[in-house]
């Protein structure tokens, strides 16, 4: 993104001036709901808030989540995340196919930055996303790497370790599955593709 279009870099600045955006009451609400159901420490807790205010200005000019979503943005998208690492406690490296804005990769980079050895590969083809992953990593200090390129050329292309593979609301289970199998059969890695109300049939379509 160039010109006046682009979001400032400050995460507390509004587009429209220089003050600080004060959090609404219900957004405040749903951050203290997400952080019950997946506490976090205060320094992970410092890099989420610096990377969701990020995530609130360039939302005003670029979809990075749908906009009904962005009240509950933490609940929806910042829990939902993080809970992926209750599943895999051990791992280190993890790559998060079609990343979007930030979930569950750039989340769970935040939580796994104080882990040594910990990083994640960040996957968006679209550019002004990537853009956008490549202000919040460092905005936010996270361990990552943003990767703008398709999810088909990073699979065949990436050399690297891998021990989670993540992906969220990318495509369904059965095409997802075919897209990712060289790197999970190449690494060994553990698959994690959170699925919503349509995840029985994509796991009976997966399976034929």
């Known amino acids: 993104m160039s010109g006046s279009r682009r979001p400032p870099s400050d995460p507390g600045q509004r587009s429209r001036g220089s003050g600080r955006s004060k959090p609404t009451a219900p957004a405040t609400a749903d951050r203290a709901r ?13 890099r989420l808030d610096r990377f969701v205010a990020l995530l609130l200005t360039w939302q005003q000019i670029t979809n990075l ?13 910042i829990a939902d995340s993080l809970q992926l690492l209750e599943f895999v406690p051990g791992a280190q490296i993890w790559v998060d196919l079609g990343t979007g804005g930030g979930f569950p990769g750039l989340a769970v980079a935040c939580a796994l930055a104080q882990k040594p050895g910990a ?8 550019n002004k996303k990537a ?35 993540t992906a969220r609301a990318v495509a369904p289970l059965k095409s997802l599955l075919d897209q990712c199998f060289p790197l999970l059969g190449k690494s060994g890695a553990v698959g994690l593709f959170p699925k919503g109300r349509h995840a029985e049939l994509e796991l009976r379509e997966a399976r034929e």
Do not use: C, K, M, Y
């Not at 990083?119 to 679209?126: A, C, P, Q, R």
């Open 34 to 46: 997400a952080l019950a159901l997946t506490p976090v420490s205060r320094e992970t807790l410092e």
């Open 119 to 126: 990083h994640v590969h960040l996957i968006e083809s679209n």
């Open 131 to 165: 853009a956008f992953l490549r202000e919040a990593q460092r905005v936010a200090a996270a361990p990552a790497t943003v990767h703008a390129t398709r999810i088909e050329e990073f699979v065949t292309s990436f050399e690297g370790r891998a021990d989670v593979v």
């Open 65 to 77: 989540v749908a906009p009904s979503t962005v009240l509950h943005l933490w609940t929806r998208h």
